[in-house]
């Protein structure tokens, strides 16, 4: 079985802003596996890219696939997760292309 740090990825595409000031020592880390018996669901599933918070290891974690994962980095690349001035995020008709998707029926 596969631990948090075993087969580590950088998470650089990871945005580190916008945490909650409680969590200063919160650090987000990504490593990937091949055992999916914590995640059932994605039990077919060759490997997974499992994100979790190193500062609490043994909390919840989020499970990509490897096309979640590309989807989210492209995601991040495109600014889909920046926060605005308050915090927040974007409404999607703000983001690039985003337009389209949801003029679409």
């Known amino acids: ?4 740090g ?3 990825v950088p998470a650089d595409a990871v945005p580190a802003h916008g945490a909650p000031a409680d969590s200063e020592e919160s650090r ?5 596996t091949t ?3 914590a995640a059932p669901h994605k039990a077919g599933e060759a490997k997974l890219y499992v994100m979790y918070d ?3 290891p043994d909390g919840d974690k989020l499970y990509f696939t490897e ?3 590309e989807a989210f980095v492209l995601g991040v690349r495109d600014g889909e ?3 605005d001035e ?5 409404p999607l008709s703000l983001l690039p292309g985003r337009a389209a998707d949801l003029a679409a029926p």
């Not at 079985?1 to 948090?4: I, L």
């Not at 987000?28 to 990937?32: D, G, I, N, P, T």
């Open 1 to 4: 079985m596969h631990a948090p």
């Open 6 to 8: 075993d087969d580590a």
């Open 28 to 32: 987000v880390e990504v490593y990937v």
């Open 35 to 37: 055992d999916t018996s």
């Open 54 to 56: 190193a500062a609490h």
């Open 67 to 69: 096309a979640e994962w």
């Open 81 to 83: 997760f920046d926060l």
């Open 86 to 90: 308050s915090g927040n995020l974007p």
